[in-house]
């Protein structure tokens, strides 16, 4: 194979979205959002409340069904998997979720060792060994037998990673990491994403709104905005955007929303407007 082949394969990139639309309940929701991930780079997603970024996310682990679009993850198109072929693709998958998602009735080495069990016939003595190498990676070692509820937030945290890391995912998907921890242990959160990244060479895409942390790890920012892509950029280019919303962002500014006579008149007496009502038919 060519140099030039070779440079070509590995520009594909890890994710693409392409004219990503979706409706909850007749309200679009995201407005065709575009995107791309490369290999062995960390992507943050991030936007205010509202703005689309949980249900992006949703959509790239196909938790949720799109109205219309394209994604593809590792060169598969998600939408074109039958349920035994996306069971099977998962296991190159890596989710941690924003609470954690730990069973209360398992100790912390049972719950990150779960996936092992459902899905491999390792011994346990192989299980036990790559237990220990993942709690090492999160700095969690020697806390394999105390219960969730023995664990601070941070730890929950942490622990949620090397369950999600224990199979050496292709692609590690974190939804708000440090949602709800103070400063120090929220900053040995973002350390622990940069060193798993480093370590095990994993594509990583965050989802976050907390600027500070968002800045710290990102190789690049996605910016949402109720449902449309503001602007994707390295960490210096979001910061230096003159794009008024993201500014707003940014600087924590309120902006107060511009209504629509005509929408505002629907959504006092409860009917829909006519682009509502399109948008549910185009959802039907």
Not at 138 to 154: I, K
Request: with cysteine.
């Amino acid at each position: 194979m060519t140099t030039a082949a070779t440079h070509a394969r590995e520009e594909v990139p890890i994710i693409s979205v392409r004219d990503l639309v979706t409706h909850y309940s007749g309200r679009k929701i995201l407005h065709g959002v575009a995107m791309e991930v490369r290999r062995g780079e960390i992507m943050v997603i991030m936007g205010g409340s509202g703005s689309g970024k949980s249900t992006l996310l949703r959509h790239l682990i196909r938790l949720s069904h799109k109205t219309s679009g394209s994604i593809r993850l590792l060169g598969e198109e998600l939408g074109e998997m039958d349920e035994f072929a996306f069971n099977a693709f998962c296991r190159k998958l890596g989710v941690a979720f924003q609470g954690g998602a730990l069973f209360s009735s398992m100790t912390v080495g049972e719950n990150i060792m779960l996936p092992l069990r459902e899905h491999t016939k390792l011994d346990p003595m192989t299980m036990e060994i790559m237990l220990r190498l993942k709690l090492e990676l999160v700095g969690l070692a020697g806390f394999e037998n105390l219960m969730p509820s023995e664990l601070s937030g941070g730890m929950i945290k942490r622990a949620a990673l090397a369950r999600a890391i224990i199979m050496d995912p292709v692609l590690l998907f974190c939804d708000e990491p440090s949602a709800g921890l103070d400063p120090v242990v929220s900053a040995a959160l973002d350390e622990t994403i940069l060193r798993l990244r480093d370590a095990m060479g994993m594509t990583i895409v965050v989802v976050t709104h907390e600027l500070e942390s968002a800045f710290r790890i990102a190789d690049r920012i996605t910016v949402l905005d109720r449902g449309h892509v503001l602007e994707i950029g390295s960490v210096e280019e979001i910061r230096n955007s003159s794009n008024p919303r993201i500014q707003a962002l940014l600087n924590r500014r309120f902006e107060e929303e511009e209504l629509d006579p005509d929408a505002y008149l629907a959504r006092l007496t409860g009917e829909m407007s006519p682009r509502d009502d399109e948008g549910r038919m185009s959802h039907e």
